[in-house]
């Protein structure tokens, strides 16, 4: 398995255990507050390693992280909405599935030219993430065409951000990273003031939202790197596996059960990450 994958992979990792613990401390606090806590912490944490590491970032750079942080806070605001409206068995499968297919066709469209056997990993890996990702509680609401829009948006604002990451130069250092955090930081509370929702945050919610944080902030970096060993279509849809992580979690951590569909759906993604490496 190449560095490529690998690092692909750690950035599923990285943001699926970022989304476990903001998903516990919004339990306890409201969600604006964890995420603008976390895109802080995050753009702290990448600011003061970027001044420390060598990094020579240009303007173009600077300009994706801009798209990057544009991205992100729109995937998380819509994420977040459809949420809030109790539609979260509809938001999440078609956000995953959408920041993953997004990366695919925008390689294709700038000469990214797969083989067959990856071909046969994203195709399986999509159906794999729904699966994962698909809320089966019987007590949500039926799927409407409100949450239909939130989740693909939510995939959309994902999407960009893994397509823009992938654009931000190898030696380009830290700092971008630290300007997409904090723009992201910026827009959610534009949109949370917009609709008067709480978002400054109390003490209780800095350790759950800076946990949070630094985990998707590594997550945006190991998924950057990796972007610059493999392919853009490849590192999204790898990176798109986050969903797995957050539901292991809540089943190690929480008690929570694993349906049948899930089950399959990580079946099925373990077949899709084997047939991405062997490709």
Do not use: H, K
């Given at each position: 398995?190449?560095?490529?994958?690998?690092?692909?992979?750690?950035?599923?990792?990285?943001?699926?255990?970022?989304?476990?613990?903001?998903?516990?401390?919004s339990?306890?606090?409201?969600?604006?507050q964890?995420?603008?806590?976390?895109?802080?912490?995050?753009?702290?944490?990448m600011?003061?390693?970027?001044?420390?590491?060598?990094?020579?970032?240009?303007?173009?750079?600077?300009?994706?992280?801009?798209?990057?942080?544009?991205?992100?806070?729109?995937?998380?605001?819509?994420?977040?909405?459809?949420?809030?409206?109790?539609?979260?068995?509809?938001?999440?499968?078609?956000?995953a599935?959408?920041?993953?297919?997004?990366?695919?066709?925008?390689?294709v469209?700038?000469?990214?030219?797969?083989?067959?056997?990856?071909?046969?990993?994203?195709?399986?890996?999509?159906?794999?993430?729904?699966?994962?990702?698909?809320?089966?509680?019987?007590?949500?609401?039926?799927?409407?065409?409100?949450?239909?829009?939130?989740?693909?948006?939510?995939?959309?604002?994902?999407?960009?951000?893994?397509?823009?990451?992938?654009?931000?130069?190898?030696?380009?250092g830290?700092?971008?990273?630290?300007?997409?955090?904090?723009?992201?930081?910026?827009?959610?509370v534009?949109?949370?003031?917009?609709?008067?929702?709480?978002?400054?945050?109390?003490?209780?919610?800095?350790?759950?939202?800076?946990?949070?944080?630094?985990?998707g902030?590594?997550?945006?970096?190991?998924?950057?790197?990796?972007?610059?060993?493999t392919?853009?279509?490849?590192?999204?849809?790898?990176?798109?596996?986050?969903?797995?992580?957050?539901?292991?979690?809540?089943?190690?951590?929480?008690?929570?059960?694993?349906?049948?569909?899930?089950?399959?759906?990580?079946?099925?993604?373990?077949?899709?990450?084997?047939?991405?490496?062997?490709?």
């Amino acid at each position: 398995m190449n560095l490529g994958i690998l690092l692909a992979l750690s950035s599923a990792l990285a943001y699926g255990a970022a989304d476990f613990i903001g998903g516990a401390g919004s339990r306890r606090y409201s969600s604006w507050q964890v995420v603008l806590v976390g895109q802080a912490a995050g753009a702290l944490v990448m600011l003061v390693a970027g001044l420390t590491l060598p990094g020579s970032p240009a303007t173009p750079d600077f300009a994706w992280a801009l798209l990057a942080g544009v991205g992100s806070a729109t995937g998380s605001i819509f994420l977040f909405r459809g949420l809030a409206r109790g539609r979260m068995g509809l938001v999440a499968p078609i956000s995953a599935v959408g920041a993953a297919v997004l990366p695919v066709l925008v390689g294709v469209v700038v000469g990214e030219r797969p083989s067959w056997l990856v071909w046969v990993g994203v195709l399986a890996a999509l159906p794999g993430i729904w699966l994962i990702s698909r809320e089966t509680a019987p007590d949500r609401p039926e799927r409407t065409r409100g949450a239909l829009v939130d989740g693909a948006i939510a995939g959309v604002g994902f999407g960009i951000l893994f397509i823009a990451l992938a654009q931000i130069q190898a030696d380009a250092g830290l700092l971008p990273l630290a300007a997409n955090q904090l723009i992201g930081a910026i827009l959610t509370v534009l949109a949370a003031t917009s609709l008067r929702q709480r978002w400054r945050p109390c003490r209780g919610v800095v350790g759950w939202g800076s946990a949070s944080g630094v985990l998707g902030a590594l997550g945006t970096l190991a998924f950057m790197v990796a972007t610059g060993v493999t392919s853009l279509g490849i590192a999204g849809v790898l990176a798109s596996l986050y969903p797995a992580v957050t539901v292991l979690l809540a089943a190690g951590v929480l008690g929570e059960r694993i349906g049948t569909g899930q089950r399959t759906g990580l079946g099925i993604c373990t077949l899709a990450v084997a047939a991405l490496a062997l490709g």
